[in-house]
């Protein structure tokens, strides 16, 4: 069955956006990279992987305005990143892709790419990128990365919900968002065994999503990336210049 995807571009209510801010947006899905707004190259790169039925979850009107032209559905934003997935889940059920509207970079052989490399059985998957990939593929970011056992990874922003049962996850993502960048703590939920293996370094980020999934009834996994710069979103206007100067070499290719 051929998935949906749900775009997250909501806001944090009362913080300004570093890059709109700086570009005099109303919201950085606004911001232009090569001529179109970054979230029309998130829906083009969706459109490009096969994804047929697309909803932006938005509050700023010209955002969902903009989605409405770009050919997708709307959706309200929840409290939180976790709270619009449930909506989007709910409207647009299983199997789900996520992303989010500053993505800019995202190519829909990245997508193909997730969905062929998961796991069979799997109700939730996560692209990860090892350092190691990033650093290839962008000599000098600068991250943060979770360490473990089995590497040093950063985010993707590209999930797969890919059963009914991947609901049950949204609560835990509650807790992964709070945690994301203290890593122990997420391990402390796991159980004083897992906790000690983190320590010790012998704990995987695979085995860590894995337990976590157990723990609430799904079957979870960690995917690699095949490209690095699947981990290259636009978070400040450094990211935004990186991004303009990738995209204009990909033009230009």
């Known amino acids: 069955m051929r998935p949906a995807a749900l775009i997250l571009a909501g806001s944090r209510p009362g913080a300004p956006d570093p890059v709109a801010e700086a570009e005099g947006t109303a919201h ?4 232009e990279i090569a001529g179109q707004p970054m979230l029309a190259h998130v829906v083009h790169a969706l459109r490009e992987a096969g994804i047929e039925r697309i909803a ?51 190519r829909g052989e990245w ?20 350092r190691e990939a990033i650093e290839a593929a962008m000599p000098g970011s600068k991250r943060t ?53 983190y320590a010790l370094g012998r704990l995987t980020l695979a085995a860590a999503i894995a337990r976590l999934g157990k723990r609430i009834g799904v079957s979870a996994s960690l995917v690699a990336a095949r490209d690095g710069l699947a981990a290259v979103d636009v978070d400040k206007p450094s990211d935004l210049a990186d991004a303009r100067t990738i995209m204009t070499a990909r033009g230009a290719a």
């Open 28 to 31: 950085k899905s606004l911001v």
């Open 56 to 106: 932006v979850s938005a509050r700023d009107d010209k955002v969902r305005d903009l989605a409405l032209l770009l050919g997708c559905e709307v959706l309200a934003t929840g409290t939180g990143p976790s709270a619009s997935v449930a909506i989007g889940l709910d409207a647009l059920g299983a199997p789900l892709i996520v992303t989010t509207s500053d993505h800019a970079l995202l």
């Open 111 to 130: 997508v193909r790419d997730f969905l062929n490399d998961t796991p069979q059985g799997s109700d939730v998957a996560i692209l990860l990128a090892r």
């Open 145 to 197: 990365y979770l360490r473990f056992a089995d590497g040093q990874w950063s985010g993707c922003n590209l999930f797969l919900l890919a059963s009914g049962n991947a609901g049950l996850a949204i609560e835990t993502w509650k807790m992964v968002e709070a945690d994301r960048k203290r890593p122990w703590r997420i391990a402390a939920r796991l159980g004083l065994g897992m906790l000690l293996g």
